[in-house]
């Protein structure tokens, strides 16, 4: 079953590899979307795949890259729209 997630993650998660550590554990999980660093110094991320892979990905989403310290990672599930053909960083 595919699963869309909507994720805002905070605390030391800008400057320290995050989109694109991101962008490598997307494609390894196999799951499409984006991610990209939002004005407040969180990090944003829309992902939709199969959900043992979805599930994966949020969970490395939690603790990001070893530079990082995420301290929140709020999570918010819909419908797929399959808009998406790949992952990528968003600027």
């Not at 490395?60 to 998406?84: K, M």
Request: with cysteine; aromatic share 10%; charged share 20%.
């Amino acid at each position: 079953m595919q699963v869309r997630v909507h994720l805002i993650i905070s605390g030391r998660v800008q400057g320290v590899g995050f989109r694109h550590n991101c962008v490598q554990a997307a494609r390894k999980y196999g799951v499409h979307g984006w991610v990209r660093n939002s004005e407040d110094g969180c990090v944003e991320v829309v992902a939709e795949g199969e959900e043992t892979s979805l599930e994966a990905f949020v969970c490395w989403c939690r603790c990001g890259p070893p530079a990082a310290s995420v301290l929140a990672c709020r999570e918010s599930y819909a419908q797929p729209t399959g808009e998406f053909d790949s992952f990528e960083a968003a600027f």
